[in-house]
């Protein structure tokens, strides 16, 4: 998403097209994925409106500083940043779930801090990267972090609501407060947009299914696997304008490591 998402923004550079023509796509992913689960699972809609409200923070607020953040620093740092929204999820999750203290879970959160210190080392950036991008970043991944913890203490209290619906919920009520925000209206301007919603609609229908199955402190550093991913995808489709030097892939690398230490010791 964060890839294809800059190379829309380089053909069309206005943030706020670029948030409405990537959330309304998503929903018709998440909205499509609910419909064929609905034989096995059913909808519950009386249930949803607490992932309405939980969409609010992400992917309302969350994914207009998101759309910021790529149009300042780039896909291939701002991936690298929302690589550190595992740690600020780990924290909420011991500090207010009562999930348990482990030693691998804090090996894997330093492992993630390395990762960020290494991005703040980095020397080689593109002329084009603002540092305000990085902070809208972290912004935004604080927000990926509280509304993790958010759906995983409604899972936790049994909901009826299956994982796509309430994803798509969530992403309806992102969408009220990103049209509210945009004032875009749909036009032919969109269309470079289009691929960038569909991989997030897709990727917040995996990530709702994942919380129905798992713990935060499990789930999130996982998540991390998306800093390497948004690297490698950076090299081969933006390689002119990233400049990814080495020093931000062994950041991902150190992100990742912490992410699959977790996993491997959930």
Do not use: C
């Amino acid at each position: 998403m964060s890839v294809a998402l800059r190379m829309a923004l380089q053909r069309e550079p206005d943030a706020a097209l670029g948030t409405i023509a990537t959330v309304v796509p998503a929903i018709a992913v998440a909205v499509v994925a609910a419909a064929a689960e609905a034989p096995a699972r059913g909808l519950h809609l009386d249930g949803t409106w607490p992932f309405l409200l939980a969409g609010l923070l992400s992917p309302g607020a969350a994914q207009i500083l998101v759309t910021l953040a790529i149009r300042e620093a780039g896909a291939s740092r701002v991936s690298m940043v929302f690589g550190t929204a595992p740690l600020v999820s780990v924290t909420i999750a011991l500090a207010v779930l009562g999930e348990p203290v482990r030693a691998p879970l804090i090996a894997g959160a330093v492992l993630v801090v390395a990762g960020g210190v290494e991005l703040a080392r980095e020397r080689e950036r593109p002329g084009h990267l603002r540092r305000i991008g990085l902070v809208y970043a972290f912004a935004g991944a604080a927000l990926f972090a509280t509304r993790d913890n958010l759906v995983r203490h409604l899972v936790a209290g049994r909901t009826a609501v299956p994982p796509a619906v309430a994803a798509a919920a969530a992403l309806i009520g992102g969408g009220t407060v990103v049209v509210v925000w945009a004032r875009r209206w749909i036009s032919r301007r969109w269309l470079p947009f289009v691929p960038a919603g569909i991989f997030f609609g897709g990727s917040y229908v995996s990530l709702f299914e994942a919380y129905y199955r798992g713990r935060v402190t499990v789930v999130a550093p996982l998540v991390a696997v998306e800093s390497l991913v948004g690297i490698v995808l950076s090299i081969v489709f933006l390689r002119d304008s990233e400049r990814v030097g080495k020093r931000l892939i062994l950041g991902a690398a150190l992100i990742v490591a912490g992410g699959a230490l977790i996993g491997a010791f959930r």
